[in-house]
């Protein structure tokens, strides 16, 4: 066992040789110990210093062993502490661990006892630690807002969202379907000084085009048919935070005016009504079209354009910065794992398959990919022919030949078909059957191709 280096232990006991011969054993693993005789004097110390683990006696005179311990874990509740008790019951201990003690020993216990009890806290301390600095490195992958990714564009990005975040003008956020433009939109809105206020999306590509207005601006009573009451429109319900109009592209040219309008005049006027309402709202937009082309068809107003790109950042594509999917896989199979409560990994050939890929769903299709997977993969390890053929038939770039001349190694298309059907088999196990089908090939062609390659190495 590694020593148990940098551990703070408090050996809390009212024997004096009790004390020190735990603290030379507690000093033989590496801990840094500490004695108390008293519950008093341990208390005033866990005041002072952090300790890592406490070894504390139950039947200490004065205060109860079990109150002590409620005071230690009220002073220090990350404190792994072990009891101590004594004439051969274990009543008391069995308390004690339902109050938050880790273990217990009963006296009089021999030094072995207490190493192998010494030896358990350490361990469990270390691997306390390292989970702690796993979900610290996890969170490190994260940049702005939640957002996962550290490729240099990403860092750029980053830049830009947190200038984004504390100005109260339009900001258009542009990039491809999947590549997390909500996401980048949210990341703005809670980060600056409208955190408190209300975020109301909209997808203007998913609203009925003889509803966008009555939906955006609301309507008075009597508007049109059905209009039985009025009705705030998500213009108002944003007010003092920020709507975000997702594929503002989408918008009908009519309503682009009205949109120009409530943005210059930081008012609306609700369907049926003659009264203007004012509004105090920021104003994201979020397209994966090209507006300018779209401004030169006559698709999309020019001044509106213009409102809207006051501020403007790009997301890249995921094939922009493939550095960036292992770490997404991670994420998502982290989370994964949590919903779960199965744990999968990744085989280095489907991870490679995965970075082969261009992902032109981005970060939206590796994520539902990633799920598809992990629910119909029965085994604990995902490999390539688990993956959608999309992906797993995608040919992995092979490395140099050594040849000098940089180009990849060309191999006979019969080696590939045979290097397939031994990666296929032995990826599944053995499973000859299922990799017939998962290769599209018959059983009787797999065993015939089979028994070709065994007569080729004779």
Known sequence: MEPANFLNLLIVDDERSVREAC????????????????????HRMLDLQAFDAVLLDLRLPGAG?????????????????????GYGTV???????????????????????????????????KLKSENRLLREKVKSKQGFGGIVGRAPEMEKLYRIIAKAANSVHPVLILGESGTGKEMVARSIHYSGPFRDKPFIPVDCGSLVPTLIESELFGYVKGAFTGANQSKDGLMAMAEGGTIFLDEVGELPVDLQAKMLRAIQEKEIRPVGSTRRVPINVRILAATNRDLEQGVMQGSFRRDLYFRLNVLSLRIPALRERRQDIPLLIGHFMERMTRSSGQEKILSDDALKAMLAYDWPGNVRELENCLERTYAFTSGPTIHTMDLPREIANLPVPQSSNGNGNGHSKIVPIAELERQTILRAIMELNGDKLQAARLLGIGKTTLYRKLKDYAAQEC
């Open 65 to 85: 062993g079990l109150d002590a311990l409620r005071r230690i874990k009220e002073r220090r509740p990350e404190a792994v502490v072990i009891v101590v008790t």
């Open 23 to 42: 603290r030379e054993v507690a000093h033989s693993l590496g801990f840094c110990a500490h004695v108390a005789d008293s519950a008093e004097q341990a």
């Open 91 to 125: 009543q008391s201990a069995v308390q004690a661990m339902k109050n938050g003690a880790y273990d217990y020993v009963t006296k009089p216990f021999s030094v072995d006892e207490l190493k192998l009890l010494l030896e358990r806290v350490s361990s469990h301390l």
